[in-house]
């Protein structure tokens, strides 16, 4: 693993750093193979757009020293596929939960291994129902903010061989899994949950719903129930792409051909470089 601090090569932070004390920032993980950042457009975008409602505005010309640095000096360093991660906080300063008036951020940039998804986007994997709720606050939903406490309980809960675990609201709504966001295909219309209220708006997420033309989307606020009576699963996030959904508390789901024609999809626009 190699990390960058504030455009150094470094791997320390500051005790007093207000990402570390509070969680006072926003991170994303960027898919990443020699020559190509997938959907950076996409990830710069929802990290600006965290940052500004975590009212740290991350300004023009830091989006763009930052897209620099991320093509001229992390790019030739990725030699297989693998993940950048970039974590922006708030630096240091402010008292207490205060946070100071002007904050200089802390930006820091790591590249990662890769985890391999190829047999679960293959043969499928089997989902749980994590016992831990998402907390609901339109102020914090859809930010990939760095408080992931929820995810990490859902995740100590899930038991092998559950590859992932849906989490519902305090309502018992859908919202996403630990790690993913939720699609079902029910009589040839595609449903994924509204994130208004809480989840991360994943980039993968949006590219389903907005790059492609060949089925109907529904989002909204639906019950377990709806999503149990589906045709289809699936499950999404940048790294893993779709992965087929084949089993849900133990009721089964076949690997469907809607299913199948949107990895086929989704794959091309990657080869063709619409990223």
């Known amino acids: 693993m190699t990390w960058f601090v ?3 090569l ?3 932070v500051s005790v007093v750093d207000r990402g570390l004390a509070y969680g006072d920032g926003v991170f994303e993980t960027i898919r990443a193979t020699p020559n190509t950042l997938f959907q950076l457009n996409d990830h710069m975008s929802r990290l600006s757009s965290g940052l500004t409602k975590l009212g740290m505005p991350f300004s023009f010309e830091d989006q763009k020293t930052l897209t620099h640095f991320l093509n001229v000096h992390i790019l ?3 030699n297989e596929d693998s993940v950048v991660k970039i974590i922006v906080t708030r630096g240091e300063g402010g008292r207490g939960y205060l946070p100071p008036e002007n904050c200089t951020h ?3 940039i790591g590249i990662l291994p890769a985890p391999n998804y190829q047999i679960h986007q293959e ?4 989902l749980s129902i994590s016992p831990v709720p998402v907390s609901s606050n339109r102020f914090l939903a859809g930010i990939k903010h760095l408080n992931r406490l929820e995810n990490i309980m859902a995740k100590r809960f899930l038991a092998s061989p559950d590859f992932e675990a849906i989490m519902l609201n305090g ?3 859908l919202v996403e899994c630990i790690q993913s966001n939720l699609f079902w295909i029910k009589e040839g219309i595609l449903y994924t949950p509204s994130l208004q209220l809480a989840g991360v708006r994943g980039t993968f997420r949006k590219n389903i719903i907005e790059n492609q033309v060949n089925y109907s989307i529904q989002v909204g606020r639906f019950p377990l129930s709806t999503l149990m009576s589906a045709d289809e699963v699936f499950i999404t996030n940048s790294l893993m792409a779709i992965v087929p959904v084949t089993s849900v508390a133990g009721k089964s789901f076949p ?9 086929i999809l989704m794959q091309a626009k990657d080869e063709h470089g619409v990223h």
């Not at 690997?255 to 990895?263: A, V």
Request: a positive charge.
């Open 123 to 126: 043969k499928g994997v089997s």
């Open 6 to 8: 504030n455009y150094r």
């Open 106 to 108: 802390t930006i820091i």
């Open 76 to 78: 030739p360093l990725v």
């Open 255 to 263: 690997i469907g051909l809607h299913t199948r024609k949107l990895q």
């Open 171 to 173: 309502n018992n709504e």
């Open 10 to 12: 470094d791997s320390s």
